[in-house]
Structures are given as structure tokens and as C-alpha cells.
């Protein structure tokens, strides 16, 4: 279990740098709809969404929970929704998201702030709220609080 | 008039010739350096890929090396270095 007394003890140089710029970045320039809580905490966000005007989950707020890894950017960060998570055809009820970026497609250039605008997306073209077909079998795997990072991902469908 | 230079000071300035100011990867100014280096310049070298984005050379090598397939982080195309200016 990390330890919010002592933050940033397991980032690279680089990582650190990278993640303060991004916080000052996103004070000034918050993504829309997104709220950051401010903790002492460098290597794990709490950041909470609240869905788009005029979709499924407008007014719905949820919260993510962002852990970034010894060697972010190169390593994409872990993000999961905390419990109770939106429903919807790519979100597990555990939370763990099924989306390329997160995983095989992450690039160092990506930011927490794109990160934010593509699951804001996805959850704006959502056209029913449903669980993924195999949420059971998959939260079951997972029991043992496995990373989604650690999941073999399908991605199949672009258009939720 | 005669003119007798007894001194003179030359005073030059550079700039990489990177289009965008930031490199992706740390986000710090290319014409600064990269996180672990202290100066600019031939210390801590641009690459521009074949693709023509540039990076901190530092930069690019930490993220290739932790690829099979090395794609360029902004357009994800296969990575390699450009060799010839253009």
C-alpha cells in the first residue's frame, strides 16, 4: 500500500518533472468537466468527471483514480474508475476500463489531460448503459486485485 | 581615417530549428534540455524522426528502448532516426 506521507518515492527524475508540469498545466487549463483533488500525492489523482450536457451520464459524477508508474511517460499510468463505476459497454464493474490507449496504444506524448478528454469521450458516445458482456467472468479474474495493466486487452470496437 | 581595431567581442546565438517549442515526451523547451542534462546544445542533442518530428534525443532513446516496434510517440509511425536534412 502507498503511503500518502511519502509521495513521489518511487518516481524517475523525468516522471516527476513530467507530472509537475502537468498539475501546473491543468490549474490553468483544466480539461472541461474534469475536477482534480488536490492531495500531496504526486503519483496518484483522484480526479473526478462529470458527464457531458445532453448525454447518457450528464449530471452523473464519477471518480478516477490515476497511479503513475516508476517511469511515466515511457509507462503508461494505471487508470481505473473507483467505485461505483458508469455503466457502460467498455467499463468493468471493478472499474478497470477497456481502452487502447491505456494500454498497447499509449504513447509518452499523451497527457493525464488526453487521457481525461478520451474517456470523456467514450462515455459521451455511448448509446446504452450496459456492462460488457463478459463483466462476470472478468471481475472474477480480477479478485485478487490485479492491474488492468496486466489484462490481455481485444480491443474490437471504435465507435463507443 | 584609419581605423585600428584593438579589440573586438563576438556575440552569437543559436536555436535548434524545431517547429514546435516543446519536446512531447519531457515537455520541456527544446532549446533547453532534457530532465537529466544540465546544458543545451551538443550536451543533449535534437533527433528528428523520418516522419520529422522532433525530439530530446535522451527522450526518444528512453521511450524506443522500451518498445519491440518503436513508433513515433506523436503519429505512431514506425520510428527512424532521419539521416539527411531536408
Known amino acids: ?160 | 581615417m584609419k581605423v585600428k581595431v584593438i579589440q573586438w567581442h563576438a556575440v552569437a546565438s543559436w536555436t535548434w530549428d524545431a517547429k514546435d517549442e516543446l519536446c512531447a515526451i519531457c515537455k520541456l523547451p527544446f532549446d533547453g534540455c532534457c530532465t537529466e542534462c544540465k546544458y543545451p546544445g551538443d550536451d543533449c542533442p535534437l533527433v528528428w524522426g523520418a516522419c520529422s518530428h522532433p525530439f530530446h534525443l535522451h527522450c526518444i532513446v528512453k521511450w524506443t528502448g522500451t518498445q519491440n516496434r518503436a513508433h513515433c510517440p506523436l503519429c505512431r509511425r514506425d520510428w527512424q532516426i532521419q539521416t539527411e536534412t531536408q
Open chain 1, 1 to 160: 500500500m502507498s503511503s500518502t506521507s511519502t509521495p513521489n518515492r518511487g518516481l524517475t527524475k523525468i516522471a516527476t518533472n513530467r507530472l509537475q508540469k502537468e498539475l501546473l498545466e491543468w490549474q490553468v487549463n483544466p480539461p472541461a468537466g474534469f475536477k482534480h483533488k488536490v492531495t500531496d500525492n504526486l503519483q496518484r489523482w483522484i480526479i473526478e468527471v462529470t458527464g457531458a450536457p445532453g448525454t447518457l451520464y450528464a449530471n452523473e459524477t464519477y471518480q478516477l483514480q490515476v497511479d503513475f508508474p516508476e517511469h511515466y511517460p515511457m509507462e503508461a499510468p494505471q487508470v481505473i474508475f473507483l467505485p461505483p463505476s458508469p455503466l457502460h459497454a467498455h467499463i468493468y464493474s471493478n472499474g478497470h476500463i477497456c481502452l487502447d490507449i491505456l494500454y498497447d496504444s499509449w504513447s509518452p506524448a499523451m497527457t493525464v489531460s488526453s487521457i481525461c478528454m478520451s474517456i470523456l469521450s467514450m462515455l459521451s458516445s455511448s448509446t446504452v448503459k450496459q456492462r460488457p458482456p463478459d463483466n462476470d467472468r472478468y471481475v472474477k479474474n480480477c479478485r485478487n486485485g490485479r492491474s488492468p495493466k496486466d489484462t490481455r486487452w481485444w480491443f474490437h470496437d471504435d465507435k463507443v
